[in-house]
């Protein structure tokens, strides 16, 4: 299926990207390919609801959880917060997008966007980089819900046309 690949190929993206250089991608993931994974996982709830939705959740996270440490060569740190970040934000998404089953779709999205964020924010710095800076947090959740915000406008119009 063509938006699982999207799915994995976006985390995949951002792992080699923050790989390959560092602090100085984490604008670009986090406006970008992160945004666009949460919203991709939020798509895929909604198609695959009531056949085997769990499992395939699960086992949606986990591929993107194994791929993002099959990923980055070479930084054990970085493989280890990305896949972690990965599992936890892709649960936190799961879970409130559930939670909030009988709210409008832009708002389920969204919030389960910004509580993913908030969760993939504060995981990987402190597992990758072995700190968590307040001001790098802070921007980083803020991008991701920007990025979050478009993407979930761009799905929704495209399901639309």
Do not use: E
Not at 31 to 39: E, G, H, N, R
Not at 58 to 64: H, K, M, Q, R
Not at 76 to 85: E, N
Not at 96 to 110: C, G, I, Q, T
Request: contains cysteine.
């Amino acid at each position: 299926m063509l938006a699982v690949a999207a799915y994995l190929a976006a985390a995949c993206a951002a792992n080699v990207a923050v790989t390959l250089f560092g602090y100085a991608a984490l604008p670009f993931t986090a406006a970008a390919l992160i945004p666009f994974d949460l919203t991709a996982r939020d798509v895929l709830h909604d198609r695959w609801h009531g056949n085997w939705l769990g499992v395939r959740m699960v086992a949606l996270v986990a591929s993107g959880s194994l791929l993002a440490w099959l990923f980055c060569n070479g930084s054990p740190a970085v493989c280890l917060g990305s896949a972690v970040s990965f599992a936890v934000a892709g649960t936190v998404d799961t879970a409130v997008y559930a939670l909030l089953s009988k709210a409008p779709k832009w708002h389920r999205m969204n919030a389960s966007n910004i509580a993913s964020s908030a969760a993939d924010s504060l995981c990987f710095p402190l597992v990758a980089f072995g700190v968590v800076s307040p001001a790098l947090a802070s921007s980083q959740v803020a991008l991701k819900v920007v990025g979050g915000l478009l993407w979930v406008t761009v799905f929704l119009w495209m399901k639309s046309r």
